[in-house]
Structure formats: structure tokens, C-alpha cells
């Protein structure tokens, strides 16, 4: 049951860089997505949200940008830094269905190289 | 910045045996969650609870789990048999309003259980 799949398990970009991770969902009843990031050691942290009725949404260094004919979402981070470096998850929700349930891709380990 | 803690941060458990796990989570906040995720698997949602009672479940949290508020301030987890697959690691979430959408979710540093 992989209804939010990250199919790339890690990504090395140079600090400085454009980091993109992806994402992929096949429930199309999922309205509001998720990015977290994660240390070791620490629990999920938020980063930035979208609804399905945007197509874009920036914060900072962050844009999350949503293909809802594709089902895809993918998080940017402009300039990359070193402390960027931690497992990224994409998370959905079917929010309309009246579900608070997040479900979880697998994660991105990004790592920003000085 | 306000913080939900979880306690133990690792308890080994023999097969069998009841373990409970401890959040509190932080003080306005009114709704409640346990995730969990088993070594190199998912994040996967288990229950959320509002009110005193569960708004939400998913098909892993069955009989062999409960959840509790037992004194306005601790939100406790307990698996009333633990086997070898309840191994992972458990976070618990909170947040002040209903979570989604636009509301965030703030997860504890998680506690990793091993049953053996």
C-alpha cells in the first residue's frame, strides 16, 4: 500500500545549490500535502504545507510545488546548506473525507555537501 | 519553542509483555496522535484522539493497543502484548485545533521499542 512514494531514497547536492525532492501519490481524494524534514534522533519537524487548490506555495527558502494532473509534489530548497542535510518526508491527507490520518512516503535523504 | 517530550526514549520489552508509552504533549494543545515507523519502513499513522476519546484509528492500532489521557496532562500508548513486529519506533504528535488542513502537527522525539 503505497499511496505517497518518494522513489529516490537519497539526494547529495552542493551547498549553495538547488536541492528537489519528489514526490508521488495515487489517491486522488488527497487534498493537502505535507513536507517534513528529520534529524536522527529527533522527531518529524514541519516544513511547509500546500492544498490541492494551489498549484504553489513558498516559504523562505522553500517552495513546494503541486502537479495535481500528475499526482506529483516537489519540494525545492534555494540555496542548499550543510544543515539542510536530514531525511525529507512527503506526507497527504484526505482532509474533505474528514481524515486527519497523515500518510507518509518512505523519505529522502538529503545531503548538502560543504 | 514549545515541545512534545516522550518517555522512555527506549524501553526493550520481552515478547508478551505490556509496555506503555508516555507523551506529554504540548499544554493548549487538544488533539492527540501516535505514529510509528519500523526500521527502514514509513512513517504509518496508528490513532488520533480529541475529547477523550479516539477520533480515528488505522487498521495496525487493533485490540492489542490503547490510548489514554489519564490526567489532562500525559497521553499514554500501551500494547497489551508486545510480539516481535511492534518493533519500531513511536511518535507521538500533538496539535492546538484539528490538525488539517492548515493547522501543524508537532511530533515528540520518538520511542524506539524493541520486543525481543
Known amino acids: 500500500d503505497q499511496q505517497v512514494k518518494q522513489n529516490s531514497p537519497s539526494l547529495s547536492v552542493q551547498e549553495g545549490r538547488i536541492s528537489i525532492l519528489n514526490c508521488d501519490y495515487t489517491?486522488?481524494?488527497?487534498?493537502?500535502f505535507l513536507w517534513y524534514k528529520k534529524y536522527p534522533a529527533e522527531g518529524p519537524t514541519f516544513l511547509i504545507s500546500i492544498s490541492s487548490i494551489k498549484d504553489k506555495n513558498e516559504d523562505g527558502r522553500f517552495t513546494v510545488f503541486l502537479n495535481k494532473s500528475a499526482k506529483h509534489l516537489s519540494l525545492h530548497i534555494v540555496p542548499s546548506q550543510p544543515g539542510d542535510s536530514a531525511v525529507y518526508f512527503c506526507?497527504?491527507?484526505?482532509?474533505?473525507?474528514?481524515?486527519?490520518?497523515?500518510?507518509f512516503g518512505k523519505g529522502t535523504k538529503l545531503t548538502v555537501n560543504p | 519553542e514549545p515541545e512534545v517530550t516522550q518517555t522512555p526514549s527506549h524501553q526493550v520489552t520481552q515478547m508478551g509483555q505490556e509496555v506503555i508509552l508516555r507523551c506529554v504533549p504540548i499544554s493548549n494543545h487538544l488533539y492527540f496522535y501516535w505514529y510509528r515507523q519500523i526500521l527502514g519502513q514509513k512513517v504509518e499513522f496508528l490513532v488520533s484522539?480529541?475529547?477523550?476519546?479516539?477520533?480515528?484509528k488505522s487498521e495496525i492500532f487493533d485490540d492489542q493497543f490503547s490510548v489514554e489521557r489519564p490526567d489532562g496532562s500525559n497521553f499514554t500508548l500501551k500494547i497489551r502484548s508486545t510480539k516481535l513486529e511492534d518493533s519500531a519506533m513511536y511518535f507521538c504528535?500533538?496539535?492546538?485545533?484539528?490538525?488539517?488542513?492548515?493547522?501543524?502537527?508537532?511530533f515528540g522525539e520518538g520511542s524506539w521499542l524493541t520486543v525481543v
Open positions: 484522539f480529541y475529547n477523550n476519546e479516539i477520533s480515528e
Open positions: 506526507a497527504a491527507s484526505d482532509t474533505q473525507g474528514g481524515s486527519e490520518k497523515l500518510v
Open positions: 504528535a500533538s496539535s492546538e485545533y484539528r490538525a488539517l488542513p492548515g493547522n501543524t502537527i508537532y
Open positions: 489517491n486522488s481524494m488527497f487534498d493537502y
